[in-house]
């Protein structure tokens, strides 16, 4: 009887492990650095402790592909790495599952998740992983003597020479020109919401506009900046940080005037593999995970429990702390974005400034 049980325990184990085995998931993110960071911090434990194989996807925005899945009633992917905003708006159009914060793990002592994870982090149908700026960044080897220290040195090409690189899309630059013409970080969206606000973001646009090289995936400021193609460029906090840690880029970020904004993982309704799913964001936004992905990238985790367990980058020699966007320094001027206004004025800012683009 002993034998048998031993033989029965055995042969259920490798069902299991058999059954792990041929489960997979299928997570869409957005490539680069910080698809590296969430290889090495989630994928690579996470198949070691479930057997469930992770296939990384790719592209310069996974809202994209999401949408025209969903569109196509041909869902491929199971996990997106999406912004808030299109997190909310996607669930508010029943394309999304709704995940239930009871179910995800508590904090170390105990904290249920909905009292740690940071204001906003959670929402009906997704789960903030990073906090992430968009911020400013420059080659010091071309202002050795006199850097560069505020977004409004970004517009001054006069003092600070060179072309400048963007992001092709209003959000992330309309109030990058309401900071530089002195609107205070609390009053952007405010101010943005009239004509006139409206107005004056453009008008300042309007002083660098022949010295914009103009970007839409996360690599390309990063290349630019290498290339000698622009002096100073806005782009993503990690991938400036990985460029100067990891790859020695002579850069430098300006934190001033950042833009914050949140990823989340979000399963669509239809995917694949929804139980491997919901059992990957389970382990991927655990506080200990959150706080591994630190080590390979300079995003702050969304959990307050994560915070105390941020250590040193990959390197084993660079403190994360004030490489996060998230550090108090670097919050005094930073602009929070706001998915109900873009929900409100999206459609419009984007009409009037792909008609500034096209009027050259």
């Known amino acids: 009887m ?3 049980l031993i033989l029965t325990t055995a042969l259920c184990g490798l069902a299991v492990s058999a059954q792990a085995q041929n489960k997979e998931v299928n997570v869409v993110s957005w490539g680069g650095a910080y698809e590296k960071s969430q290889v090495e911090a989630y994928n690579i434990p996470f198949t070691a402790k479930t057997g469930i194989k992770v296939n990384m996807m790719a592209a310069d925005n996974p809202a994209t592909p999401l949408k025209a ?5 041909n869902i491929t ?12 708006r996607m669930c508010d159009e029943g394309a999304l599952v709704q995940i239930d914060p009871a179910t995800l793990p508590a904090a170390p002592d105990g904290t249920p998740a909905k009292d740690d994870f940071i204001p906003g982090a959670l929402q009906d149908c997704a789960v903030a992983n990073i906090f992430w700026g968009t911020v400013i960044a420059f080659d010091k080897t071309k202002f050795a003597d006199n850097p560069p220290k505020t977004a409004a040195d970004f517009f001054d090409t006069a003092k600070f020479p060179g ?17 530089a013409d002195g609107v205070a970080p609390d009053q952007i969206y405010e101010t943005l919401s009239t004509p006139e606000g409206v107005d004056r973001a453009f008008k300042k646009l309007d002083t660098i506009k022949k010295d914009v090289v103009w970007w839409e995936a996360g690599a390309q400021p990063v290349q630019l900046l290498a290339d000698g193609e622009v002096t100073m460029a806005t782009g ?4 400036f940080f ?3 840690v990891a790859e020695g880029k002579p850069f430098e970020i300006i934190w001033d005037g950042q833009y914050m904004d949140m990823d989340m993982f979000a399963i669509p309704k239809g995917s694949p593999n929804p139980e491997a799913a919901m059992e990957y964001l389970k382990f991927a936004t ?3 995970q959150l706080a591994n992905q630190a080590k390979w990238i300079a995003y702050g985790p969304s959990r307050k429990s994560s915070a105390a367990l941020v250590g040193k980058y990959q390197d084993g020699k660079t403190d994360m702390g004030p490489h996060m966007p998230t550090n108090a320094e670097h919050m005094t001027t930073a602009v ?13 800012l984007s009409e009037r400034f792909n008609s500034w683009l096209a009027a050259g």
Request: aromatic content about 8%; charged content about 35%.
């Open 2 to 4: 002993k034998t048998m």
């Open 69 to 73: 899945q969903v569109e196509a009633k």
């Open 77 to 88: 992917g199971d996990v997106f790495d999406i912004e808030v905003s299109d997190a909310i």
């Open 163 to 179: 072309k400048r690189g963007l992001p092709k899309n209003p959000k992330r630059t309309l109030y990058l020109a309401l900071i």
């Open 236 to 239: 993503y906090n990690g991938r």
């Open 242 to 244: 990985d460029a100067m």
């Open 286 to 288: 655990d506080t200990q």
């Open 336 to 348: 929070m974005d706001d998915p109900e206004f873009w929900a409100d004025h999206s459609a419009e």
